[in-house]
């Protein structure tokens, strides 16, 4: 029996050279995988169709956008997730899903091999292949462009040698992965970290400097997860998709950072992500009224180290599951309304209020009503300070 290959499949230049290559330079048969996660751009029937026309046996999309808000996006916004305290892994959420369903078209094709389009010095090449790994670890990998030193010439050249129908070859000034979490732009004159983005590069968010009017909205959530905005129900998918278009009309969420990437290297990265930006903002303002001190301190140390999980590409790695279930825990009365006002490129929190809250107003008031009882701080403060105390005195005796 002829053995089968499923490729992950953009419909760009790589992976639609990959499906003949990999058919020639390996006798197998290529069952190409495209994933929805809201990325949008060219129409994914077109895209499935050109796999087919490059040489696919086989060619499946799968609508996945109601599975990557949900189960993906979700758990990012109750971890309040932001690689190096700034990017709400935008590219890294949506690598394991595409796994999942790649691993499941090689159950059902019987293939023995899953191939990517992932360069050697990129980020996910390890997401996938860790994914695959976890899920499937008899499967083995392909990864042409990284393992035969693939450049965009080569590619091209072998396109026209086979007569690929690959449509439109023009090559963008810069590297674009996007999907309904948000939108990463690299390369090009990105490189060069002093070179300012410029206004072509964005599309997502719009301008945040032009005039317009402020948009005040209010963010339902029950136990961490958007299910209203300004009172009407929504699903994870539409809370994401109606705050990208909101958000993004104010400039919410756009960010230009150098970041680490996996493999050791420095890399500067542009995002756009106005509807998580948004979310999260509204999320861990939330949090701050209804979870304990303690649970909040230690939640900030967790949320840093699923984003880390995340960003490597180690959601499936039972630390990931185990981190979960101490989130899953600290959300129990993360239920309430934030209200925010977004506009000149900011989520600015206004009012937050919850039936599970832990602000009592008699205690924090400083004016009448006031239940707090002065008299119990002096005992507080003498006792909260004495092993500072005792130490200082300590290094003063021994001088």
Not at 39 to 66: K, W
Not at 110 to 136: M, P, S, W, Y
Not at 361 to 369: E, H, I, P, V, W
Request: hydrophobic share 40%; with cysteine.
């Amino acid at each position: 029996m002829t053995d089968r290959v499923v490729l992950a499949y953009s419909g760009g230049l790589d992976t639609s050279v990959a499906i003949g290559w990999i058919a020639r330079q390996t006798g197998a048969e290529v069952v190409a995988v495209t994933v929805d996660v809201g990325q949008g751009g060219e129409d994914l029937a077109a895209v499935r169709q050109r796999a087919l026309d490059c040489g696919a046996v086989a060619a499946e999309v799968v609508d996945a956008r109601d599975e990557f808000a949900a189960g993906f996006c979700m758990p990012a916004l109750r971890a309040n997730a932001l690689y190096m305290d700034r990017y709400p892994v935008v590219s890294a959420l949506s690598r394991p899903l595409i796994v999942k369903h790649l691993v499941d078209a090689a159950l059902r094709h019987d293939a023995t091999h899953v191939a990517h389009g992932c360069t050697g010095k990129g980020n996910d090449q390890v997401r996938f292949e860790a994914g695959i790994g976890a899920l499937a670890p008899w499967l083995r990998v392909v990864a042409p462009v990284r393992d035969h030193g693939w450049t965009r010439g080569k590619a091209l050249a072998y396109a026209e040698e086979h007569g690929l129908p690959l449509g439109v070859t023009h090559r963008a000034p810069w590297s674009v992965d996007q999907n309904l979490w948000g939108r990463a732009v690299e390369t090009g004159f990105l490189e060069d970290i002093w070179s300012a983005p410029i206004e072509e590069v964005y599309s997502y968010t719009q301008d945040p400097g032009l005039p317009r009017d402020p948009d005040p909205v209010v963010i339902t959530f029950d136990r961490g997860v958007p299910v209203a905005l300004d009172g009407e129900t929504v699903t994870p998918l539409q809370a994401i998709r109606e705050l990208n278009r909101r958000a993004g009309e104010h400039g919410v969420g756009r960010l230009d950072l150098v970041e680490d990437r996996v493999v050791g290297i420095k890399s500067r990265e542009v995002y756009e992500a106005p509807g998580a930006i948004a979310l999260i903002t509204a999320h861990q303002e939330l949090e701050n009224v209804t979870v304990e001190r303690d649970a909040a301190r230690f939640k900030r140390t967790v949320d840093q180290r699923w984003a880390e999980l995340v960003y490597d590409g180690l959601w499936f790695s039972p630390l990931r599951e185990a981190l979960d279930a101490f989130i899953d825990e600290t959300q129990r009365h993360v239920s309430g309304e934030v209200r925010l006002v977004l506009h000149g490129g900011r989520a600015v929190v206004t009012g937050r209020r919850s039936e599970a809250s832990l602000y009592d107003f008699g205690l924090a008031t400083y004016d009448s009503g006031d239940t707090f009882d002065p008299s119990l701080a002096n005992g507080f403060v003498e006792l909260w300070g004495l092993p500072s105390r005792l130490a200082a005195a300590r290094d003063r005796r021994l001088g």
